[in-house]
């Protein structure tokens, strides 16, 4: 069904749910145990199996990678309830993501926001078809929380961008095709009015990164470093010094993106039924069972409230600080899931290293959370930006 004709919502959810069941391979409806698992796409792309190759190309030419985006630009041109719908169905079923992307969840929702149209078609056709995997360059060594005081600046040499400076906590940097990335282009304005956003070929001359190692054992992130890199101006996205305006924009999908993590794992409730076991049919541990519905319970309440933000936004109501609290619970949810994960699985979730236990995947996964309070914003600015926006309290 198009945008257009999807006028009976409960009709669209069965015929989702009944296309999903016949074309999505059981295989991929199994759990992620390890990211390694996913396909991420670019230059050089590489399926782990052939049903993932199947479900990608089957979603792909169903229009279905970003079902909400234009169809001018490769998307199914759905309206954002049918999309939800889709969503949804996809996690009742337990099907993985066809398609990993940075350029799907931060970049894309920018570039249809602010880019010319020749970027548009030239840009969001190869996110959807996977041929470039991106990464995201704004913190800095001395420009995390405070990111308007980032430094890597691009100087204009006519026909073109040179970039200096570095970048930090560069998720898949060392993995990634491109770069979407601020930079200083006006030294002489203040902090947030002279930023610019760069879109940068990661195989460009200067470019290089290195690992960043985290108490997890593994780690995605990177330092990235430019040194005397050539950009084509072609490459820049909005108007020159009003990169700042994108960059907020971006963030607000970045942070809805960290905070719905929790959304998309498997349900506690049902590793609790595994690892504790029930007792004339529930849970045999009272406190863990209050902990557990609890947080199934914050979890739909925050899925609710995503609903009401987004139809807020339809209706011309949207504060883009809204994100922000998105973020912040959103992150909550899934540490204390995490740390309940950990009490059910008991003495087994501390194991660190064997194949029974994919190599401490929950270990390392419970450890990799306490990175959610940081990245993205961290908690301590998040709340600032909520009091002062939303709550509407004094400095």
């Not at 909400?68 to 993985?96: D, F, T």
């Not at 959370?369 to 926006?389: D, W």
Request: a positive charge; aromatic letters at 10%; glycine letters at 8%.
């Amino acid at each position: 069904m198009e945008a257009e004709t999807v006028t009976n919502l409960e009709l669209f959810r069965k015929e989702t749910r009944a296309w999903l069941i016949e074309n999505c391979p059981k295989s991929m409806r199994e759990p992620i145990v390890d990211l390694s698992e996913v396909y991420w796409g670019g230059r050089n792309p590489s399926f782990q199996s052939k049903d993932q190759q199947v479900w990608y190309e089957r979603m792909l030419a169903k229009k279905w990678i970003a079902p909400h985006w234009p169809k001018q630009y490769g998307g199914g041109g759905l309206s954002l309830k049918a999309y939800k719908i889709i969503e949804e169905e996809m996690v009742h079923l337990n099907c993985r993501k066809p398609l990993f992307s940075f350029g799907i969840s931060m970049l894309g929702p920018a570039l249809l926001e602010f880019a010319t149209e020749i970027q548009k078609l030239h840009y969001l056709s190869e996110i959807i078809k996977g041929k470039v995997r991106w990464c995201q360059g704004y913190s800095e060594p001395n420009a995390g929380s405070d990111l308007a005081g980032l430094q890597t600046k691009a100087e204009d040499m006519g026909d073109h961008y040179l970039v200096n400076g570095s970048k930090v906590w560069t998720s898949y940097g060392d993995q990634a095709d491109w770069i979407f990335t601020l930079v200083r282009t006006d030294f002489n304005a203040k902090k947030q009015k002279g930023i610019s956003f760069l879109l940068i070929d990661m195989a460009t001359q200067g470019v290089s990164t290195r690992p960043i190692k985290l108490i997890s054992g593994k780690s995605p992130f990177t330092e990235t470093f430019f040194n005397q890199v050539k950009v084509p101006k072609s490459q820049l996205i909005g108007d020159l010094n009003k990169g700042w305006t994108i960059a907020k924009y971006l963030l607000t999908h970045e942070r809805q993106m960290i905070g719905s993590m929790a959304g998309h794992q498997r349900k506690l409730s049902d590793i609790a039924k595994e690892q504790v076991g029930l007792k004339e049919g529930i849970l045999n541990d009272t406190i863990l069972r209050i902990e557990v519905a609890r947080n199934e319970m914050a979890d739909h309440l925050f899925e609710l409230t995503v609903t009401r933000a987004v139809d807020e936004a339809k209706a011309g109501h949207h504060s883009g600080a809204v994100s922000s609290m998105f973020k912040y619970y959103g992150t909550e949810i899934n540490i204390q899931r995490q740390e309940i994960n950990m009490a059910l699985r008991g003495s087994s979730g501390l194991e660190w290293e064997h194949e029974r236990s994919a190599n401490g995947f929950e270990a390392r996964t419970f450890l990799r959370s306490k990175g959610n309070s940081i990245e993205g914003g961290t908690h301590e600015v998040q709340l600032n930006i909520i009091a002062k926006k939303i709550l509407n309290l004094p400095s």
